[in-house]
């Protein structure tokens, strides 16, 4: 089986590169005297550009190692990991307008309730205990200054 | 010679403050629990504290953070011995012979060992730091920008070097990082880059919520997609205490460990991971019976689990007297130690000597605290193991969640730890390296600034570099890293670990 992941990821990375010497070239590169705010950036980003090129050469002409033989990625859990992170941006979008104590009793139960699939009943107890004692430690104790969002009114 | 007894006593002075003692055994027991808990490192641990540490003064911060780093190492040990489950990368080659012996019921002496040496590579290495400290700190002080460029740069490649993988991968990840260091406000012009006129970039890309998502956020995912399998062994802890015969097998290993781990932790882009590959190795090649190793000798245990704590010793000395992190998880904590408002280098001894010399004796009590804590409270250890992990995950991220927007008060960062996760859980299956990646994020403002400063300094004559000879040693040191894999194979950890 050939390796397909080398070739994809030296290519992304080579896509990256030439954008970052295109926006530091943009910087100015300034003079070997007064070197520009793109000076460093522009040259970084041409070796790694001519490193992305190796890694997609050597790829192609290197029989893979081993662990690239395997598909990158086991179908099982996809699913799973996608959930996950669709939560966790959620919990990243909502926080400041809900406020803690509402997402992240929520984001427990989904992660508990629907992604995991354990008793509701489970779910929404660990869930409880774990937003009251995470508020307690973080904002009691700690003083962290976790958003309050709509509960703002409770003054606690 | 006095002097330096004279700050030792003034460390203790500083370090047996009550309220520095309680925040230095948080560190070693958070060190410790971390290091249990697999899929949860010390970088990433010390990443998701740090913001609990804002209300608190940098000294007691910096003792309990420095406490997670060497706690973690004494922890990772026993889960490997226990399970084969290695609680951080630098207890990898302790599951060969550990988990061996665990199954011929010497899981004791295992647990034994591991906690011995490591309490003895620990202090040895916290002395060593005592005297090799300010050495290098009055070394440093003559140290112009084109040194500290050269430096920097032999850090990067160092690491680089001793990556896991290929070695190109890792140079491209360390230009990555650089790249990203420019995020923001170029302090010498006052301009803008790479900012996409997105406000949340105007102050840069900060290094702590990159490496959460890179070693927090991404671990969790790829521990979903495998499902961790944990049989727990069954049989009793018992005979922590190492016989003589076990301690007159594995006495040298701990020396060698010790001294070995001691000086790979100082080398820029070396530390604890390297350290414990390259003691099992030699411990292989000194050994009258290297056919025992794989099996339950003894000495695969003592030797790695010295190393790794010499060398999470060693590693303070480059962020305490140059300014330079040896490794990820020094990085982090110079990143803490800047948001504190200190300038870690050469200067740190005579501008806050309480921080210095109270971090380093404080390493000293923690020891002895690991070693008082980790062997009666293993049961609890193998205990919290048990904890599925359908409830553990859930907990990592929140804690990710939380310790990323406590950073600043804003989502901005919260959403740079999600996507460097995603970014990390690729990584991993597209075989890079996130280390390099980190360092250089780390260095990058200090490495532009130096060399700009040079060039100044030169009138844009790039001889200077060469020309000088601390900065031209360095060069060649990298240069040498650099061209050496491409003539030899390079030796790999991948290598270390099956000799």
Not at chain 1, 40 to 67: M, N, Q, Y
Not at chain 2, 106 to 135: D, K, M
Not at chain 2, 425 to 453: C, H, N, W
Request: one cysteine or more; a positive charge; hydrophobic letters at 55%.
């Amino acid at each position: 089986m050939k390796d397909k992941t080398d070739p994809a990821s030296g290519f992304f990375w080579l896509i990256f590169s030439v954008f970052a010497s295109y926006q530091s070239y943009q910087l100015g590169l300034g003079t070997l005297h007064q070197p520009g705010p793109g000076f460093l950036f522009f040259w970084t980003s041409i070796v790694t550009a001519i490193l992305s090129v190796a890694v997609i050469v050597i790829s192609l002409s290197k029989r893979p190692p081993e662990e690239a033989q395997q598909p990158a990625f086991a179908k099982k859990n996809v699913t799973k990991i996608v959930l996950v992170l669709i939560s966790l941006f959620f919990y990243a979008l909502l926080m400041e307008p809900l406020g803690f104590i509402i997402v992240t009793l929520v984001f427990f139960i989904v992660l508990l309730g629907m992604i995991e699939k354990k008793r509701w009943s489970f779910a929404v107890l660990v869930s409880l205990i774990v937003t009251v004692v995470s508020y307690l430690v973080f904002e009691m104790a700690l003083q962290s200054q976790l958003p309050k969002g709509l509960l703002t009114f409770l003054r606690f | 010679m006095v002097e330096i007894l004279q700050s030792v006593v003034f460390g203790f002075q500083v370090a047996l403050q009550p309220v520095n003692l309680i925040y230095c055994f948080f560190g070693v027991l958070i060190g410790t629990l971390v290091g249990v808990l697999p899929g949860l490192g010390p970088a990433a641990a010390i990443a998701l504290l740090l913001p609990t540490t804002f209300k608190i003064t940098p000294v007691s911060a910096t003792i309990m953070l420095a406490g997670i780093y060497y706690g973690a190492m004494y922890g990772g040990s026993t889960t490997s011995i226990l399970v084969n489950i290695p609680g951080e990368a630098a207890s990898v080659v302790t599951c060969l012979d550990g988990y061996q012996m665990a199954l011929k019921g010497r899981a004791g002496p295992a647990l034994g060992i591991a906690a011995f040496g490591s309490f003895i590579a620990g202090t040895f290495a916290v002395i060593a730091l005592t005297f090799v400290g300010p050495l290098l700190s009055n070394v440093a002080l003559a140290f112009g920008p084109p040194e500290y460029f050269s430096m920097m740069i032999v850090g990067i490649t160092v690491l680089t070097y001793l990556s896991s993988g290929s070695m190109i991968k890792a140079l491209i990840m360390a230009g990555v990082g650089l790249m990203l260091s420019g995020v923001g406000m170029d302090t010498i012009s006052g301009k803008y880059r790479f900012t996409f006129n997105i406000p949340s970039l105007l102050d840069g890309v900060g290094v702590v919520p990159v490496a959460m998502g890179l070693f927090g956020i991404s671990e969790v995912l790829l521990n979903l997609e495998t499902e961790i399998n944990r049989d727990i062994l069954a049989t009793k802890v018992k005979n922590l205490f190492p016989t003589l015969k076990d301690w007159a097998d594995s006495l040298w290993s701990i020396v060698r460990g010790s001294i070995l781990g001691f000086f790979l932790g100082i080398i820029p882009g070396g530390g604890a991971v390297v350290a414990s590959f390259a003691s099992y190795a030699i411990e292989k090649k000194a050994s009258k019976h290297p056919e025992e190793f794989g099996k339950g000798a003894i000495q695969g245990v003592a030797g790695p689990e010295s190393a790794n704590n010499s060398a999470a010793g060693g590693s303070f000395i480059p962020l305490l007297t140059l300014g330079i992190p040896a490794n990820p998880v020094m990085a982090i904590l110079l990143g803490a130690l800047m948001i504190h408002g200190l300038q870690p280098g050469p200067l740190l001894m005579q501008n806050a000597p309480d921080l210095f010399w109270g971090t380093i004796v404080s390493m000293y009590i923690g020891n002895v605290m690991l070693l008082v804590l980790n062997l009666p409270l293993i049961p609890i250890w193998v205990k919290v193991l048990k904890v599925p992990y359908y409830l553990l995950y859930p907990l990592i991220l929140l804690f990710c969640l939380i310790g990323a927007y406590s950073l600043d008060n804003t989502v901005a960062d919260v959403i740079i730890m999600l996507i460097f996760g995603i970014l990390g859980f690729l990584m991993k299956k597209f075989r890079y390296d996130g280390a390099p990646l980190i360092l250089a994020l780390v260095l990058g403002q200090k490495l532009e600034t130096s060399l700009r400063r040079s060039l100044i300094m030169s009138q844009g004559d790039f001889s200077i570099f060469v020309t000088r000879p601390i900065s031209l040693g360095f060069l060649i040191t990298a240069v040498l890293l650099l061209i050496v894999p491409v003539i030899t194979q390079r030796k790999r950890l991948s290598t270390l670990e099956e000799g």
